[in-house]
């Protein structure tokens, strides 16, 4: 006998349904894509059938484990666990304060249930007793969409998708979609999509340095030196005012401002002048103006490559500037603002910017003054601010679900700072190359312990959906689970001792405080209401109450109890394959909007103020190399490297070159190279393809797995080099303090 759950990968931002096989014994045996759910329709990857060897994974973390005198982590109890959280954080609170403390937020924070509603806890917490900042990823990934949907749009999160089921004309920049499955765009499939464009008589260009297998499905790939699609996008953008492919769009009408002063920005980058720098040809580029001007609803979208680079402000912002220009935005076929299915806290502004408009800058970093951007500091300065001393020194800090000593640039010294903590908890599964420098690592549930919302991803959604699983298999023992990790972790910042920290109260102090402030807050779902009855009409504990409150204030949603007939979690819970609720829809904009003016803002000063260094690039000489960063379809950044299905085949952890810069270095395919930067010095072998482009040379990210003091056997056996060792922690896209992990310049030679 064996019972069949119907669960979404929590992996990706393509939250496919799935259907998990348990055995009576409790073993997972088949996973495949659930055909009945509303949203996937049984679409899956070969990551989602991997969800039970994360499970049973012998190296997944079940017990905390502290590291003793001798450097070597051992298993403890839960109460012995937090003994030491008190022994190693309390000195350090004492002496120097919450100022002295702060947290980094890696990437599965945002799809793992507890810690996606939860981290909002132990982050403010520490705000409230003097905690500076937090760290996270965003700044080696989507920031310059965040500065320019503040800007743009007035909302940080507020980016519109293309609407790639019924475009007839897509640019694809700087994304692979055939190895993420899709970025900032929820979509199961997206290169089936991309093929049904193509199939119904459409086009789709992919501009990338590299022929992925998204450019080898599309009708054309444009390779683009890195960090200069901004002058190739001015110089579309020039080529179209030019020749008169400009029009004017009535359903924008009067809901845009500052187009002609961009237009005059534009005027420097002709084709012929960024011809050089970008390696496009002028004709070529004249050509992709046209094409776009001659279809009737293209659209253009570009994710991490046009982010992480020198230039990732610049280039994002182009791409929705041309995106107004052709009049795609707010557009069937075009680029369209998605109606997220739940409310999420994520959608408020910050307390302190209720005035009008976003504000840049306010604080800078102590050591390098580094001006904040959206409330953070670019990641790299967090070994500065642990390593310099004097007063807000870090001394302490929680990561979680985070490996910042592989994702971060300037990995040596990331590394080095987090061996010279006075304490580092980690909220973790895996003993790895960041915590393995903790001093205690609290465990987090497997993919298949917890259930399963997304939250934010929805905002990027092709069609409005909802869907709730519940965990496959229940807690063990007197396993805490991460939302109660985190709160006992955010009473701790308080001031009472870790293991006395009571948790309910603490839950009971942040939900109320989060309904309490919704009600007190002009323009939020709840607004002017009662806070107390408010609180008492949500159902559930912990994730599950903040579920029910996300869904009851969305669209759909009951509005805790004023619209009798909408949706609660409850009335989800009935439908296993999820609801489907509606299309992706044009004529959203005066509802989303809102920037001061009430238009789609194009111009501010933080951007056109970066023009000139854009224009300094034009004449800059050329680099020999320089070095990309690449995803695999079997890879998670850095942490699916230990499941032995997704470690078959050829070795992925290679430096992809063009063969006429292979000879140029007396390289053959397979050799051990040594390639060189600035920041260091990495050796592994090279793999010749035709797919890059001459002077540009890839590597992945997220491997280097040969620390000692890790414990991931599989991992470890299969070690890669970690690419952050070679990418300086200072090049940086200067509007957004993004780290450029993209263009950088390098030499390769035999090792
Ligand atoms: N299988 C898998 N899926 C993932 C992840 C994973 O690690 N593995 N990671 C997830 C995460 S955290 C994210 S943020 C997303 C990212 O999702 P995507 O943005 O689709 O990321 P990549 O697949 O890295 O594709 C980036 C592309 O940009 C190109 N590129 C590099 N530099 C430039 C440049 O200067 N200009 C242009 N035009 N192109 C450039 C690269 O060659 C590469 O093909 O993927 C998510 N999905
Ligand atoms: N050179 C280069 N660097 C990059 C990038 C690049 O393209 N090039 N991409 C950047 C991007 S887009 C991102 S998002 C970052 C990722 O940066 P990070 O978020 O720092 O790194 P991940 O590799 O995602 O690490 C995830 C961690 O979470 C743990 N974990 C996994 N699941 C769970 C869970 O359910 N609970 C808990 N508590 N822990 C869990 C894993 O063990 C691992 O330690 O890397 C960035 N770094
Ligand atoms: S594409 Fe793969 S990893 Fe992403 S949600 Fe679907 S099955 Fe999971
Ligand atoms: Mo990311």
């Given at each position: ?58 190296d ?5 484990m502290?590291k003793g005198?001798d450097g070597v982590h ?331 000593a592989v994702?971060?640039?300037?990995a040596a010294?990331?590394d080095r700072?987090l061996g ?10 895996w003993l790895n190359e960041t915590t393995r420098h903790a ?265 280097g797995h040969d620390r000692p003091g890790t414990r991931m056997a599989?991992a470890h056996a299969?070690a890669?080099v970690n ?29």
């Amino acid at each position: 006998m064996s019972r069949e759950h119907r669960i979404t990968c929590p992996l990706c931002e393509a939250m496919c349904g799935l259907r998990v096989t348990v055995d009576d014994a409790g073993r997972v045996g088949r996973i495949t894509g659930d055909p009945d759910d509303v949203w996937s329709r049984g679409y899956l990857c070969p990551k989602g059938t991997a969800l039970g060897h994360l499970h049973e994974d012998p190296d997944r973390l079940r017990q905390p484990m502290v590291k003793g005198p001798d450097g070597v982590h051992r298993p403890v109890s839960w109460d012995q666990a937090w003994a030491e959280v008190e022994r190693v954080l309390r000195p350090v609170l004492d002496e120097d304060g919450a100022s002295a403390v702060t947290v980094y937020v890696g990437n599965p924070v945002a799809h793992n249930l507890s810690l996606s509603r939860y981290i909002g806890a132990v982050i403010g917490m520490g705000q409230a007793v003097g905690m500076q900042t937090y760290y996270s990823p965003a700044t080696v990934d989507q920031w310059p969409l965040n500065v320019v949907g503040a800007l743009l749009f007035g909302g940080m999160w507020e980016a519109p998708v293309p609407d790639l089921d019924r475009t007839d004309h897509l640019v694809v920049l700087g994304a692979n979609p055939a190895a993420s499955q899709g970025s900032m765009l929820s979509a199961p499939d997206v290169l089936g999509r991309l093929r049904a464009i193509r199939e119904r008589g459409g086009s789709v260009v992919v501009v990338d340095p590299r022929r992925t297998r998204t450019a080898e499905q599309a009708s054309e790939w444009v390779p683009v030196r890195p960090g200069t699609d901004a002058l190739l996008l001015f110089a579309v953008l020039r080529t179209l005012a030019e020749e008169g492919l400009l029009r004017d769009h009535d359903h924008l009408h009067g809901k845009v401002s500052g187009l002609a002063e961009v237009l005059a920005l534009a005027e420097p980058f002709t084709p012929e002048r960024v011809a050089g720098p970008t390696g496009v040809p002028a004709d070529r580029i004249r050509r992709l103006a046209r094409d776009l001007a001659a279809a009737s609803s293209p659209v253009l979208y570009g994710r991490i490559g046009t982010c992480t680079q020198e230039f990732g402000t610049l280039s994002t912002w182009l791409i929705f500037v041309l995106n107004v220009a052709l009049g795609a935005v707010d557009r069937v076929g075009g680029s369209l603002f998605p109606i997220a299915g739940a409310w999420s806290p994520m959608f408020l502004k910050p307390p302190d910017q209720d005035q009008p408009g976003w504000r840049f800058g306010r604080t800078r970093s102590r050591v390098r003054g580094a001006p904040e951007v959206l409330g953070q500091y670019p990641v790299t300065c967090l070994p500065e601010e642990i390593e310099t001393p004097g007063p807000g020194r870090i001394r302490a800090l929680i990561t979680v679900a985070g490996n910042p000593a592989v994702s971060a640039p300037a990995a040596a010294s990331m590394d080095r700072a987090l061996g010279s903590l006075d304490a580092l908890i980690a909220v973790d599964n895996w003993l790895n190359e960041t915590t393995r420098h903790a001093h205690v690592v609290l465990p987090g549930t497997s993919p298949l312990e917890h259930g399963h919302a997304d939250d934010l991803y929805w905002m990027y959604a092709l069609r409005s959906c909802l869907k709730w699983s519940d965990p496959v298999f229940p807690l063990q023992g007197d396993r805490p689970d991460e939302w109660e990790i985190l709160l006992r972790l955010g009473g701790a910042l308080l001031g009472t001792p870790v293991p006395e920290v009571d948790v309910p109260a603490m839950d009971e102090m942040y939900v109320g405080g989060l309904v309490q402030s919704l009600c007190a807050t002009a323009g939020t779902p709840l607004t002017g209401r009662d806070p107390d009855a408010a609180l008492a009409a949500l159902a559930g504990t912990g994730p599950e109450r903040l579920v029910d409150l996300g869904i009851r204030l969305g669209p759909f949603g009951d509005s805790l109890g004023a619209r009798p007939d909408g949706l609660t979690l409850a009335r989800l819970r009935e439908h296993p394959g999820g609801l489907d609720l509606a299309e992706l829809q044009a004529g959203r904009l005066d509802e989303v909007l809102s920037t001061p003016s009430g238009t789609i803002e194009l111009v501010h000063d933080l951007l056109s103020d970066d023009v000139p260094r854009l224009l300094a690039r034009l004449d800059r000489a050329e680099p020999g190399l320089v070095l990309t960063s690449r995803r695999h379809l079997r890879s998670n950044n850095s942490w699916l490297h230990n499941v032995p299905s997704l470690m078959k085949g050829a070795d992925r952890c290679t430096l992809l070159l063009h063969p006429r810069d292979a000879d140029a270095a007396g390289l053959v395919d397979g050799q051990l190279a040594r390639i060189t930067t600035t920041e260091g010095e990495v050796e592994l072998p090279v793999q010749v393809s035709a797919e890059m482009m001459p002077g540009v040379v890839s590597l992945p990210h997220g491997w280097g797995h040969d620390r000692p003091g890790t414990r991931m056997a599989v991992a470890h056996a299969h070690a890669g080099v970690n690419s952050n060792l070679l990418n300086p922690g200072d090049l940086l896209d200067v509007p957004s303090g993004t780290l450029a992990v993209n263009g950088v310049p390098c030499s390769v030679a035999p090792a």
